[in-house]
């Protein structure tokens, strides 16, 4: 199976900074079929990006993905106090799918 | 309105079964492949299971693979997951999904704890 390594496990930034943060998989993601999600506290996940760069409709512009083969990355341009949260990544390139341990994103 | 609802969880012990169900309203359900995610308490999120539009393609995570089985009743709205020989670290949340472009709709969870 492909293991998805998220980094780092925690980022401290303040709100208004900007965010990077990477997933680095085992090998490489078929189609680049790598997906971003948020998960705030209490919440379900929700998608963020599909297919390393296609933003989903209705998440604010300042999210982006970038990426292919086996590094991506998801950058929040300027941080909301909303955006603070637990980032994962998730590949379907190849069965069984997987997801990244997830990145902290928390209040400097 | 799109909708999920997790249903079948509970506490059971090392050893037993369980089937967890999920009701899909809102959308046409036989037309989306489906999938089981779960959480551990504190952890990360963890694929478990997904399912095919007309049910005859499934795949495991390696973590369950020959325990858990997937399931779906198109003509009920219905997603299943049947889960045999649980284990203490099978403890979760365990959301149904949808998937389309990523996994776009989920539920809201049911817990299953395995304990003595």
């Known amino acids: 199976e492909i293991v998805l390594t998220q980094s780092p496990g925690t980022l401290s930034l303040s709100p208004g900074e900007r965010a990077t943060l990477s997933c680095r998989a085992s090998q490489s993601v078929r189609n680049n079929y790598l997906y971003w999600y948020q998960q705030r506290p209490g919440q379900a996940p929700r998608v963020l990006i599909y297919e390393a760069s296609r933003r989903v409709t209705g998440i604010p512009d300042r999210f982006s993905g970038s990426g292919s083969g086996t590094d991506f990355t998801l950058s929040i341009s300027r941080l909301e106090p909303e955006d603070f949260a637990v980032y994962y990544c998730q590949q379907s390139g190849i069965s069984p799918w997987t997801f990244g341990q997830g990145t902290k994103v928390e209040v400097k | ?116």
């Open chain 2, 1 to 116: 309105e799109v909708q999920l609802v997790e249903s079948g969880g509970g506490l059971v012990q090392p050893g037993g079964s369980l089937r967890l169900s999920c009701v899909v309203s809102g959308l046409t359900f036989k037309t989306y492949w489906m999938a089981w995610v779960r959480q551990a308490p504190g952890k990360g999120l963890e694929y478990v299971a997904n399912i095919n539009q007309d049910g005859n393609e499934k795949y495991f995570a390696d973590s369950v693979q020959g325990r858990f089985d997937v399931s779906r009743d198109n003509a009920k709205n219905s997603l299943y997951l049947q889960m045999n020989s649980l284990r203490a670290e099978d403890t979760a949340v365990y959301y149904c999904a949808k998937w389309d472009f990523g996994f776009d709709c989920w539920g809201p969870g049911t817990l299953v704890t395995v304990s003595s």
